[in-house]
């Protein structure tokens, strides 16, 4: 008999390319042996090289379909993507910790596509440090930090142990040392170095990686093992194919 598998949600966007949303999360999950779960935070009209239109889902559903998964399911860990709003997200986060505090919680801090169509602004600072404090890690690239944080590089906030969450600072805009990620928590700093050197750019890999985190996490693994884990899934991923749209593989 098989073994049970554990729960993990994505709380995202439908891409209908596949690329990208709860499509990539879901089978992102099923490649690890994750049961997974997904609430579409958005519909999309897109493919893997252009963004056209898209149509927010209400908060209030969202909100009632994660009281019935957390009803139903013992969720390990929610991978949360593209939301509309700061205020949204919050009742999200709140909810979750609300329902099941143990939870780990993944912001994947998507605030706008890859083809440049902008999901969410940074308006308050004050409300994005008190949102981050519910979440466990949350995953953005070089130019998304500079929008959360303006002076993460230059004033070193980890060293002061200043941040209110742990964050994976993604690499691929990493033009100093390509590839390499940086994982803080609290005031420790684990450099997360690339084993190829040349990658194919595809469409997601930002979600794919997450949601390789969000799995991991459900599996048991702790929080670094699981960023290094999915670091090799994600490098297979980026490899897998010469288009933008990649292949998952164990």
């Not at 009209?45 to 399911?73: A, G, H, M, P």
Request: some cysteine; charged content about 20%.
């Amino acid at each position: 008999m098989s073994k049970n598998r554990p729960f993990a949600l994505s709380i995202a966007g439908l891409d209908p390319s596949g690329g990208a949303g709860i499509l990539a999360d879901t089978k992102t999950f099923e490649q690890h042996q994750v049961q997974g779960l997904a609430i579409s935070t958005a519909n999309t009209i897109q493919t893997d090289c252009k963004f056209y239109e898209i149509e927010w889902t209400s908060l209030d559903f969202v909100l009632r379909s994660i009281k019935k998964l957390f009803k139903n399911y013992s969720i390990k860990s929610v991978k949360i993507s593209i939301v509309p709003s700061f205020f949204y997200l919050n009742e999200v986060v709140s909810l979750i910790k609300k329902l099941s505090p143990n939870t780990l919680i993944i912001w994947d801090t998507v605030l706008k596509s890859s083809t440049e169509f902008e999901f969410l602004a940074i308006e308050n600072q004050s409300d994005l440090q008190q949102i981050l404090s519910k979440i466990d890690l949350i995953t953005p690239n070089y130019e998304e930090i500079m929008q959360l944080y303006p002076n993460f590089i230059a004033e070193k906030l980890w060293v002061k142990n200043e941040l209110p969450t742990a964050i994976l600072l993604k690499g691929g805009h990493n033009h100093t040392a390509l590839g390499t990620d940086y994982l803080f928590m609290k005031s420790n700093l684990t450099e997360l170095s690339p084993t190829k050197i040349n990658f194919r750019p595809k469409h997601g890999s930002g979600c794919v990686l997450s949601s390789a985190i969000t799995a991991n996490l459900a599996l048991g693994y702790d929080l670094k093992t699981a960023c290094l884990e999915a670091k090799i899934y994600i490098e297979k991923y980026l490899n897998s194919t010469s288009t933008l749209i990649g292949y998952h593989y164990v």
